[in-house]
């Protein structure tokens, strides 16, 4: 299902990966081995699937854009859309795409 190339003029300073659905992109090669990376990834590419892309890129930037706001804080808000929380609480899971309910980011 996943696409992961290296290609660091994609992901932005101070992050490992960035992923746009079909596509996780890594800041290099050897990082394709880190199975938690992959996994957080992993999740945000069912997400996108689940939201139908565009959706998904509309909601995460707005709960983003509230949460910088809310906290005048770029790591606290990032780390706190709900996207963000599900993939970070569950990373370290890696059978739980296997039997992730539909939509289960709204537990986040």
């Known amino acids: 299902m996943a696409l992961i190339l290296p290609w660091r003029f994609l992901v932005p300073k101070g ?5 746009f659905f079909p596509f996780i992109f890594l800041k290099n090669h050897l990082l394709k081995n880190d199975k938690i990376l992959v996994n957080h990834e992993k999740i945000h590419l069912r997400q996108q699937l689940e ?27 990032y780390r706190n859309i709900i996207f963000e929380r599900e993939a ?10 296997k039997n992730r309910p539909f ?4 537990k986040f």
């Open 51 to 77: 939201l139908l892309v565009i959706p998904f890129f509309i909601l995460y930037f707005a709960h983003f854009i509230y949460l910088w706001l809310k906290h005048k804080n770029w790591q606290i808000a």
């Open 103 to 106: 939509w289960n980011f709204l």
């Open 15 to 19: 992050y490992l990966a960035v992923t």
């Open 88 to 97: 970070y609480q569950k990373d370290n899971d890696l059978e739980y795409l």
